[in-house]
């Protein structure tokens, strides 16, 4: 698709469609001044991360504060300057608008209410709010352990990247069981896709 910039003297610039196909047109305008063009195509952060060892969950609510390694097996990658985290608090390289997704992989050795994950955001770097949660009851069936999977997301608006964090979270509720990590595949795991300004 071409486009055309038309110009004019109120310092106004239009966005054209030229009417002879393939042509790509630039009329800025001719006062003095200067015109940044800045691209907001396609992803420019994606990064994953996941939980490289068990941790056992409790009835009381507790965040992952060990155990995060950025997924690094089997072609994995990510684009951009990617996330830091340090005891379980992961900082965003830029600001934008972040789509942060969460998996949790649970095992039980006997029935649960309720098994819970927690996505915890703060935009002043101090007080943290839950943003998103999913939790499901899990019954025992089998005398080893009975598995289940939980999934939680949300759009973060990170306007400073010193103030605007995000930590995870889990809680049970009857004979605890395991969320599984491993250092070879995604069990828990968190995504976090920038998705524009």
Known sequence: MSIVLLGSTSGSVTLQEPAVAGTTVFNLPAT??????????????????????????????????????RSDTYGAGYVGTGMTESSG????PSIGTYLIQMMGYISVIGSQRYN???????????????????????SIVNANYTI??????????????????????????GTAGVFGGATDENNTAVNFIRLGA
């Open 32 to 69: 003095t001044g200067t015109v940044a063009l800045t691209s907001q195509l396609g992803v420019t952060e994606a990064d994953q991360w996941r939980l490289n060892a068990n941790i056992t969950n409790t009835t009381s609510l507790t965040t992952f504060t060990t155990n995060w390694e």
């Open 89 to 92: 608090i992961f900082t965003f």
């Open 116 to 138: 819970g994950i927690q996505i915890q955001t703060t935009t002043n770097n101090s007080t943290y709010n839950t943003a998103a949660s999913a939790n499901q009851f899990i």
């Open 148 to 173: 289940g999977s939980l999934y939680a997301f949300f759009i973060f608006n990170v306007t400073n990247t010193t103030n605007c964090k995000v930590r995870f979270a889990q809680q049970c509720e």
